[in-house]
């Protein structure tokens, strides 16, 4: 097999497992973001009070939300989305006891403006992990939709921020009767294209060198 051959099939393998990444991506991709500032100081919570998993299962968004300690009352969202699309979402999981949409309705420890309140009850057994999904009655979601920052900034006299999601904690401490208010942040998510993109572009450096480096032996 000549060398130009040989560089071919290398370039057509790595093509392949290129599109194949980006095939599976597109089908699932996701998003951790971490709970960990208190609302009330500042402070960081190590490790984080509560941390959320987003996953594109294509149309629908899933959040799988997990605890080190106390009990999940209720997890406040931030939808990139009008008003009509806001209140034509749904939130499927079986901890849920309510769930409420409008944009900017509902205040997290009366600071800030959220779209989407999770409520997952007061008291009983300790709910510290979960999982529900957010879908809409006509459109595509993405992961994008729920990380926007601009819509949940909080007041000048409280921490700083903004935050993408908002959780409040109960049955916290050592006799469960302390409570806390937690947020964080994360950030735009890339798309499966432009990953596609990226890595075509790699491979195009790379068999660029393999040419050069091919011609110098020459």
């Known amino acids: ?14 093509l392949a497992i290129i599109l194949g990444v980006c095939f599976f991506t597109t089908s699932a991709y996701g998003l951790s973001i ?8 500042s402070s960081i919570f190590v490790p984080p009070l509560v941390s959320v998993t987003l996953t594109d299962l294509g149309n629908d968004i899933k959040f799988d939300v997990t605890l080190t300690d106390g009990d999940l009352q209720w997890l406040y969202i931030n939808a990139d989305l009008i008003e009509t699309e806001i209140v034509a979402l749904s939130l ?6 309510a769930q409420s949409f ?11 403006y959220f779209d989407i309140l999770a409520d997952f009850g007061d008291g009983g057994s300790k709910l510290q992990s ?3 999904t957010i879908s809409h009655t006509s459109l595509n979601l993405s992961i994008d939709d729920f990380v926007d920052f601009t819509l949940a900034t909080m007041s000048v006299g409280g921490p700083k921020g903004p935050f993408t999601m908002v959780a409040h904690v109960q049955q916290l401490g050592l006799d ?3 409570s806390d208010w937690v947020g964080g942040g994360g950030g735009p998510v ?7 993109l990226l890595g075509l572009g790699l491979l195009g450096l790379g068999a660029r ?3 050069k480096r091919v011609a110098g032996t020459r």
């Open 92 to 97: 499927t999981g079986t901890d849920l006891v």
């Open 190 to 196: 890339p798309e499966p294209a432009t990953m596609g």
């Open 34 to 41: 971490d709970l960990n500032i208190d609302l009330d100081d």
């Open 1 to 14: 097999m000549t060398i130009r051959n040989k560089l071919v099939l290398t370039s057509l393998s790595s």
């Open 176 to 178: 469960d009767n302390d």
């Open 102 to 112: 409008g944009e900017d309705d509902f205040k997290a420890d009366g600071d800030g």
């Open 130 to 132: 979960t999982s529900f």
């Open 209 to 211: 060198h393999r040419r």
